[in-house]
């Protein structure tokens, strides 16, 4: 039945066929040039939680407008530096950007989004932040968001087990261990190099679920933040003398400190708010890396000596692990063991409490407790391994200083 057909090119079922392939291909050409060219042009939006919220030029197509040609910019992305455009300083992201697979040169440790469903949205309470927050330090023009960026982090500890906490009870007799932190997200900022060594203050911002050992579904939050206090810097245990040190007297009661080596990469950072006069009387953190940038000379501490100048190696600020908290309640009931605490208001830097607080900046910080136990303290001990952060593929070094 196919023999009347013909079968060259002047078939007059060949042509059609040639021709309807055609109008295909052009056609999809046409829309995955047209798809790349409007949302590389005007037609993005600035509309919060979509492109860039400061409304800036896209040189990637947001997220949300990929259509047909999101595999040809997954491909073309893969594995290659994320443009510079595609970074925004306000946003938390991991090395590899999950969607196009392209990558930054720095990461900021653990997704806070992971305690969302606990605490509510990260950015609730740091002004649509999910990385840094308006109450960063520096002066006008010189914050730490602009000029250090890269060492924003946030550590995540879900689900702890009650054993790795010890509380005392706020009541006057009654001072058992009732309680402990099943939940806490801290972000610090810690640039643990010679870049960094030399600054007594960091700022943070620190939220932490406690509950009942009775009931573990029984449960209050703290959150909090502000420039917490790091003391003085010691390398190899020994005290180096820094301007803008605590007086000597203040630096055993101050109980913080930067805690370096000079011969290998361990660090560990004391942060505490001392003397405070909120509901919070005393709080602090503890945190470290076993691979930072540098061991520290004592001798001359700001001096950048990088352990790899090629950037070459392990030893970039990609591990990280909160090793300790601790949380001291100045309103206290001591007259019911039971009673809960409730506090809705600001504070300044320093954890003090602050009455007239229009806009968050570095003296209006969020400090809220909610339905929090009756606790005279509440301490979290983190002996866990450290978390490795640089998913660089293996032979590759994708994270530069001064991550």
């Known amino acids: 039945m196919f023999g009347n057909a013909g079968s060259g090119l002047g078939s007059n079922r060949v042509w059609p066929r040639i021709i309807r392939n055609l109008v295909i291909i052009v056609s999809v050409a046409a829309g995955l040039l047209f798809g790349l060219t409007v949302a590389r042009g005007d037609g993005g939006s600035a509309e919060a939680g979509t492109g860039d919220p400061r409304g800036r030029e896209e040189t990637v197509p947001p997220r949300d407008q990929y259509f047909l040609y999101l595999p040809l910019l997954r491909h073309s992305l893969m594995g290659q530096p994320c443009p510079a455009d595609y970074h925004d300083p306000t946003r938390w992201h991991p090395l590899i950007d999950p969607e196009t697979r392209c990558h930054f040169n720095h990461e900021h440790k653990d997704d806070p989004r992971l305690l969302d469903d606990v605490f509510g949205p990260v950015e609730t309470y740091l002004e649509g932040y999910s990385i840094s927050y308006p109450w960063q330090t520096g002066p006008t023009g010189t914050e730490e968001n602009d000029h250090k960026h890269e060492s924003y982090g946030w550590l995540v500890l879900r689900d702890l087990p009650p054993s790795a906490s010890r509380s005392q009870n706020g009541a006057r007799d009654d ?51 502000g420039h917490e206090d790091y003391g003085e810097l010691r390398v190899d245990g ?7 040190d ?19 990469n361990t660090v560990a950072w004391v942060g505490r708010f001392n003397d405070t006069d909120g509901p919070i009387t005393y709080t602090g953190v503890r945190h470290s890396t076993k691979d930072a940038w540098q061991p520290i000379d004592p001798t ?11 950037f070459q190696c392990e030893m970039n600020g990609s591990t990280a692990r909160l090793d300790y908290s601790i949380l001291r309640l100045r309103t206290l009931d001591t007259t019911n063991p039971l009673a809960r605490i409730n506090f809705r208001g600001y504070s300044d830097r320093n954890l003090h409490e602050v009455k007239d607080c229009p806009t968050l900046g570095p003296d209006c910080i969020p400090l809220i407790l909610e ?8 301490e979290l001990r983190n002996s866990g391994d450290w978390h490795e952060y640089d998913t660089s593929p293996l032979g590759q070094h994708w994270i530069r200083y001064p991550n």
């Open 300 to 310: 001359n501490p700001l001096l950048l000596n990088l352990s790899c100048p090629d």
């Open 371 to 378: 339905n929090f136990p009756n606790l005279r303290v509440i």
């Open 246 to 264: 605590p007086p000597p007297a203040e630096i055993d009661r101050l109980v913080s400190s930067r805690n370096h080596s000079s011969t290998n």
């Open 238 to 244: 020994v005290w180096v003398p820094l301007p803008g």
């Open 175 to 225: 001072s058992s261990d009732v309680a402990f932190v099943k939940h806490i997200r801290v972000q610090v900022h810690a640039d643990m190099h010679a870049g960094g060594v030399g600054t007594r203050f960091h700022s943070t911002w620190i939220e932490v679920m406690v509950c009942y050992r009775a009931d573990p579904n029984d449960c209050g939050i703290a959150r909090f933040g």
